[in-house]
């Protein structure tokens, strides 16, 4: 089959339109012949194809492969690098500081209050307390 033939093949395959039939032309022409350089790409893909018609969900050892490459996988990712890791530590140092700081800004601006005597003599406080307090009742017997 000429090379014309199969670039219209695939476009059509790109945007969905091929039939069983055309798509089988395909695989049998990716199998088969020399494929031009900006064509590789299919012939992975329909070669993919052709190597696994034949596997269903059911068929035998078809868990294990999974799993084997499930395996594969998660062996194949690496753990943090080492720039990544100075990421992850500085932010938590940050992070401590921004809370340390806050913390040190409100314990500071708190100001401390202590209680001071405001009569050095005990009978004038005395004095002053009993009129305030005859102040308060005389209020609330009047009922204002």
Request: aromatic residues 12%; charged residues 25%; negative net charge.
């Amino acid at each position: 089959m000429n090379l014309q033939k199969i670039e219209i093949l695939i476009q059509k395959y790109e945007s969905g339109e091929t039939s069983m039939g055309e798509e089988k032309v395909l695989c049998d022409f990716f199998r088969d012949n020399d494929v031009p350089a900006h064509l590789i790409h299919y012939k992975r893909l329909f070669s993919f194809f052709n190597t696994s018609k034949g596997e269903t969900l059911n068929s035998e050892g078809f868990d294990e492969r999974i799993m084997e490459a499930i395996g594969e996988i998660d062996s194949a990712k690496s753990p943090l690098g080492r720039s990544q890791r100075l990421y992850a530590i500085m932010s938590i140092a940050a992070s401590i500081i921004i809370l340390i700081s806050v913390g040190i800004y409100f314990q500071s601006r708190t100001p401390q209050i202590y209680f001071e005597d405001t009569y050095d003599n005990p009978e004038l406080a005395y004095a002053e307390t009993k009129k305030i307090l005859m102040l308060v009742s005389g209020n609330f017997n009047s009922g204002t």
